[in-house]
């Protein structure tokens, strides 16, 4: 019985290992075309990389941007809302301020500028403070 656990922590292992090598592939490939200007092929790479990993928040950040230049507002908007409510700006303060944005472009200007509200919290309370004389 112990020899079958064995095999099967080996098979598991592995299999983790390829989807992780897998996933590096994909996000790979994404950038690329992110930084080319190809949202199109950058979306699906990020599909693909979100069927792997849909939790990852940086994958999620990653997939709300391509979303964002590919002008595809309302699901942009969905994704920075799921990014700001697990992370509230601390990690990707741009979270709050896009998703204002998101449900601009969208014409919901009264759920947008709640959250212009709490952008304008998050900008303002970082800002350095000039020591005065």
Not at 9 to 26: C, I
Not at 42 to 65: F, G, H, P, V
Not at 101 to 123: S, T
């Amino acid at each position: 019985m112990s020899r079958l656990y064995l095999a099967i922590s080996f098979f598991a292992v592995a299999f983790l290992s390829f989807g992780q090598n897998e996933l590096k592939q994909y996000l790979k490939f994404a950038d690329e075309n992110m930084e080319k200007g190809d949202y199109y092929y950058a979306l699906e790479y990020y599909e693909k990389a979100m069927e792997i990993d849909s939790a990852t928040i940086d994958i999620q950040w990653r997939y709300a941007e391509a979303l964002r230049a590919y002008k595809n507002y309302p699901h942009a908007a969905y994704y920075y809302k799921k990014i700001y409510r697990k992370e509230y700006a601390k990690l990707y303060p741009k979270s709050v301020l896009n998703l204002g944005l998101m449900l601009k472009q969208q014409g919901k200007y009264d759920e947008a500028i709640i959250y212009f509200k709490e952008a304008k919290i998050y900008y303002f309370y970082y800002l350095p403070i000039k020591n005065i004389g």
